[in-house]
């Protein structure tokens, strides 16, 4: 029987895997204080067509939070307290952020986020976290977005491995699919414990 190909790399994915909203009540709040539908805040931020567009670079973050306070007729300073408060129940995990920086010798780690024009400042910036990936590839910068499969052999290109030796992580079954039709073994992210269990069971039986 032949060994299996050894894991070289691991493709992460920021929002809903490192970056996750552990409380959702402010934005529940937000819909209560704005008198709008539950739920509604979160529409207008990431299913928009112009949230659409900031995912491929075609529009800034700016642009995006000011057509949701003309759509709710928000004053400026308004809308720099909802924005404020939408993110307020964001946070990154830190224990998966050590287990990528004790694995980061052996293993090359890659972002590949669907992140608007400002994620690159923010993880340099707020987060710190720049120097525990090998490469960031950000959909805005790059006008690619999951799951279409040439941002993964982007990724796959800059890290320098090939498909079978690579895993991805995201929280979107769309995402993996789309990454597995390249021959990438995807995890659909529900829970850090696990994934942790499971990433080390992968990578420490072919190493």
Known sequence: MDKPVPFKAILWDLGGVILRTEDWEPRHCLDRM???????????????????????????????????????????DELTLVRDEFWSGDQIDLELIR????RKTETKMGLLSNGWSST????????????????????????????????????????????????????????????????????HFQDPQILMEELKDLLDFTA
């Open 99 to 102: 287990f990528i920086r004790t």
């Open 120 to 187: 690159r400042r923010f993880i340099d910036e707020r987060w710190h976290i720049t120097d525990i990936f090998d490469d960031m590839i950000i959909s805005a910068e790059v006008g690619l977005a999951k799951p279409d499969r040439r941002i993964y052999q982007l990724a796959l290109d800059r890290l320098g491995v090939e498909a079978e030796q690579t895993i991805f992580i995201d929280d979107f079954d769309e995402n993996i699919q789309g990454a597995r039709e390249l021959g990438i073994r995807g995890i």
């Open 34 to 76: 704005l008198d709008l539908p539950d739920g509604k805040i979160y529409e207008l931020v990431f299913e928009s067509e112009i949230s659409r567009k900031a995912t491929v670079g075609e529009a800034t973050n700016d642009e995006l939070w000011m057509q949701v306070g003309d759509q709710l007729t928000l004053s400026s």
